[in-house]
């Protein structure tokens, strides 16, 4: 039986047609990516540029309120405050300030102060 | 035939001319590609590349508790490109002028696009004029925001279509890009005159990158300069067509390196209580200038140095010859009585006398080699013991014991206690005062009497109370510490200094005699019995000194001082006070002036400093002035 040539012939021959089909959507979707690509960095770049300006933005902030604490702070400005409120505030008289020596640890060692406290009774540390 | 050649030559003559269209090319391609390449690769780079300067921000100073005394601030320098502002002049410095606080004829004059040959002989324009610095942050954006919405004056309607789509362009690129800022910095000082002698102060000076650095012109800000500096970073990065910054196309990235925060000795509070006192005297006695210096004489460190009259560092116009001077380091003296600290100091160690020696004053007239001393009238002295010429300042008694020390002894004394020499702080401008203390050899016929009363030899006012210091410090003379550490931005020690011996100068022995008998120079007997402050026991030393006025010494100009420490047996403080030339004239007495302002910075000190009192009973208040008026030297 002779086969039929002419319908042969005429029959769509898919795999090249799909190979096309596939170097062209390759070829878009690479041209695609591409311009997205670009446009992503150029939006993060912008993203970038932004975000650097506000920190710098917000360092210079930082550093004009910490300066403005420190002055707020310091003895000069807390004098003059002190002063413009007329608190009646003023230094003490040395004979005011009371000193306590502070205890040596190796004396109270070998007096065995720290036993001496431990064992004080409960009533008279009440009083 | 004939049309078949016809055709060959017009297909030659064509393919002629498209061969020398493509030489042509050719060359253009070679002359562009290769022989002007690096010329046009430099353009090229120029209009998409960028080269943008980040500013190093100036460290901080801070006193010994961390609070600040000096600091930069970020601010802008705006400037303007007068090729973009057209004829439009007029209506941009209307609206800048207020913003600027520039008059507005100046802004239109500076606004004026101007064209000029260069040395080279190409053509330059203006296309960027500084209208001003230190602008705030605030300020700036109210510029920008009143740039954005610059109404401008020309007509739209009566333009043609491509006048208004051109105009569209000049008034887009006027009202985003005339006017731009530059980041910049300005030094601010807190605390405004305060510490300013050691503080110093900046000056700004333009760089070649649009920029302006500030450099450090006195004090800290300038022997630290390198250090407070820091060094500026850069980046290189592809720009567009509006001059906006590409991220993705960024080469070169280096971070700017801020300057590293000093740390000082000084102490803010001991600082304002001295600069108060000061400021008080100042009014009172009048004098040319006052200065007060507290150390800490174990250690050496500073915590207050003042000079009045000073200056703000914040306003430049307040400094000139007479207010920037660090007259406690830069101006030598003579020192007058205090200096017999030095004199009876080395004989004592050179066990040459004792305390307990007499010594006879020769009723106040002393004849030495030609000439005669004279003392003052409430000064004939009899027979005085060396501790009692401390305390009543005998000048014939010390040119007596510096006679018996003799002058090389002395002399070595002298430079062991500092004199002569740069003491080594840590700041411009000081004096060492060597022409001054001049070896034993050159001395002359009469030094010997005169030096160890304190004239003929002069001394700066820190080399005087260190030399004090050490006397209080058991004989240890201890290098001035101005600066604590130096710390990164994060506050991550990058250095620190500490506590330096100079020398040994006396023994620890005579140290303790020396302060027996400066105990005695504030007892209702000496001359400085309102130098005492109450609750603690002081020690120290009046001196009142003749000027040198035209060649001779002058009997109205003196220069007054007191050098003291407390608690004498544990010395925490030593405060010296100096007054030049004040009102009282020739009744101007070390004691009387010098000693109050002491004992009032004195009592102010150890109340802030918490420093023990040695004396459990309140003393008496402090003799009044008048009575002992004659008796203080």
């Known amino acids: 039986m002779a086969k039929n040539r002419n319908s042969q012939s005429a029959s769509i021959r898919f795999g090249p047609a799909l190979a096309a089909l596939f170097a062209c959507f390759v070829i878009a979707g690479a041209a695609v990516g591409y311009v997205w690509q670009k446009g992503e960095i150029y939006r993060l770049g912008k993203q970038i540029r932004d975000r650097e300006s506000r920190l710098a933005q917000l360092q210079s902030d930082d550093k004009r309120l910490a300066d403005q604490l420190a002055l707020l702070h310091s003895p000069m400005a807390l004098d003059r405050r002190v002063q413009g409120l ?33 064992a004080r009774p409960v009533e008279s540390t009440t009083q | 035939m004939i049309k078949r050649q016809q055709q060959i030559r017009r297909a030659l003559a064509l393919l002629a001319l498209l061969a020398f269209g493509f030489i042509g090319l050719g060359f253009r391609l070679v002359d562009l590609q290769v022989w002007r390449h690096d010329e046009l690769a430099k353009l090229a780079e120029k209009n998409s590349e960028q080269k943008i300067w980040q500013l190093a921000k100036r460290g901080d100073v ?34 800048l002028a207020p913003l600027l606080q520039m008059n507005e004829g ?32 605030g300020t700036w954006q109210k510029i920008y925001s009143t740039m954005t919405n610059l109404s401008l004056t020309a007509d739209e309607i009566k333009m043609s279509k491509t006048e208004r ?59 630290f300069d390198s250090k407070l500096a820091g060094a500026s970073g850069w980046r290189v990065t592809g720009v567009d067509s509006r001059n906006r910054e590409l991220v993705a196309m960024r080469d070169e990235d280096v971070d700017a390196r801020d300057g590293l925060t000093v740390v000082l000795t000084i102490d803010s509070v001991v600082q304002n209580i001295v600069e108060s006192e000061l400021a008080k005297a100042m009014k009172e006695h009048e004098p040319v ?102 305390q009543k300042s005998s000048n014939i008694g010390a040119s007596k014991i510096g006679i018996k020390l003799q002058a090389p002894k002395l002399y070595d004394y002298m430079t062991d206690f500092g004199l002569g ?15 001054y203390v001049r070896p034993a050899d050159k001395w002359g016929k009469y030094s010997i009497v005169q030096i160890p009363m304190g004239q003929g030899v002069a001394v700066t006012r820190l080399q005087m109370a260190m030399a004090v210091s ?8 201890m290098r001035p510490m101005l600066v604590k550490r130096l710390q990164d931005p994060d506050g991550n020690v990058v250095q620190q200094y500490e506590p ?9 022995a005579t140290a303790k005699e020396m302060v027996e008998a400066l105990k005695t120079a504030v007892s209702d007997d000496g001359t400085a019995p309102l130098a005492r402050i109450a609750n603690y026991t002081v020690a120290g030393k009046t001196g009142t000194a003749q000027k040198v006025v035209n060649g001779t010494y002058s009997n109205d100009r003196f220069v007054v001082s007191f050098i003291g420490f407390f608690p004498a047996d544990d010395p925490q403080i030593c405060i010296s006070i100096v007054m030049d030339s004040p009102k009282e004239g020739g009744r101007a007495f070390g004691g009387a002036l010098c000693g109050p302002v002491f004992s009032k910075i004195g009592a102010a000190c150890a109340s802030y400093l918490n420093i023990p009192p040695d004396q459990n009973s309140q003393q008496p208040n402090p003799p009044p002035l008048v009575a002992k008026t004659q008796n203080l030297r």
């Open chain 1, 86 to 118: 007329k608190l009646g505030l003023a230094p003490a008289h040395p004979m005011q300030v009371v000193r306590l020596p502070e205890p040596v640890l190796g004396s109270l060692e070998n007096k065995n102060s720290v036993l001496k406290f431990a």
């Open chain 2, 62 to 95: 801070l006193d010994a508790n961390g609070n600040l005394l000096a600091t930069s601030v970020p601010v802008k320098t705006v400037w303007a490109n007068p090729l973009l502002i057209g004829n439009q002049q007029a209506v941009v410095a209307r609206a």
């Open chain 2, 106 to 137: 100046d802004l239109y004059q500076r606004l004026l696009p101007r064209v000029w040959k260069n040395p080279k002989g190409e053509t330059a324009t203006n296309q960027y004029v500084v209208l001003q610095r230190k602008v705030s942050e």
């Open chain 2, 165 to 223: 789509a051109n105009y569209k362009v000049f008034s887009r690129n006027l009202r985003q890009y005339a006017v731009s800022a530059e980041q910049d910095q300005s030094r601010v000082y807190p605390n405004g005159a305060l510490a300013a002698h050691v503080l110093g102060f900046v000056e700004s000076r333009d760089t070649t990158n649009h920029s302006s650095e500030l450099f450090g012109c006195d004090g800290i800000e300038k022997s």
């Open chain 2, 289 to 390: 200038s006052i200065t007060g210096i507290v150390t800490r004489p174990r250690t050496g460190e500073i915590l207050a140095m003042a000079s009045l009259p000073d200056f703000n560092p914040n306003d430049l116009r307040t400094i000139n010859t007479n207010t920037e001077p660090n007259l406690a380091i830069s101006h030598v003296m003579e020192p007058g009585s205090t200096f017999k600290t030095i004199v009876i100091s080395g004989a004592l160690n050179e066990h040459v006398v004792s305390l307990n020696d007499t010594v006879f004053c020769e009723n106040g007239l002393f004849h030495y080699g030609g000439i005669t001393l004279h003392e003052s009238e409430s000064h004939h002295f009899g027979n005085l013991t060396v501790e009692q010429v401390l």
């Open chain 2, 421 to 435: 020499a740069f003491t080594g702080i840590p700041l411009p401008g000081e004096a060492s005062a060597k022409n």
């Open chain 2, 470 to 477: 050490a006397i209080a410090n058991d004989g240890v003379l």
């Open chain 2, 500 to 508: 330096q011996a100079v020398r040994h100068v006396i023994s620890e």
